[in-house]
Every structure is written in C-alpha cells, then in structure tokens.
C-alpha cells in the first residue's frame, strides 16, 4: 500500500497544480456520497 500511494502521489505531483486543483473539485463534489458512520447509530 505504501509503494502504491508514493506512486499516486508522484503521479499528482507531476501533473502540476491544475490537476491538483481538479482532484480538489471532485473530492468536493463526491463529499456528501460517502458512507456516514454516525448516521447508523
């Protein structure tokens, strides 16, 4: 898992600050889809 997210990181670091900025948007716009813990209990 390690090796995998040094190279994931690698890979966004390369592609500059404009991809950074996209995977920011998406990360923003998929927030409210994640599974809730809290709501179970």
Same mark, same amino acid.
């Not at 898992?1 to 670091?13: E, K, N, P, Y």
């Not at 592609?15 to 809290?38: C, H, M, Q, T, Y």
């Given at each position: 898992?390690?090796?995998? %997210?040094?190279? +994931?990181? *690698?890979?966004?670091? #390369? !592609?500059?600050? *404009?991809? #950074?900025?996209?995977? $920011? !948007?998406? @990360? &923003? +716009?998929? @927030? %409210?889809? #994640?599974?809730? $813990? &809290?709501?179970?209990?």
């Amino acid at each position: 898992m390690t090796v995998i %997210d040094v190279l +994931a990181t *690698g890979f966004t670091l #390369r !592609r500059g600050p *404009g991809f #950074r900025e996209n995977l $920011k !948007r998406v @990360k &923003e +716009a998929i @927030k %409210d889809s #994640r599974f809730n $813990k &809290e709501s179970l209990t």
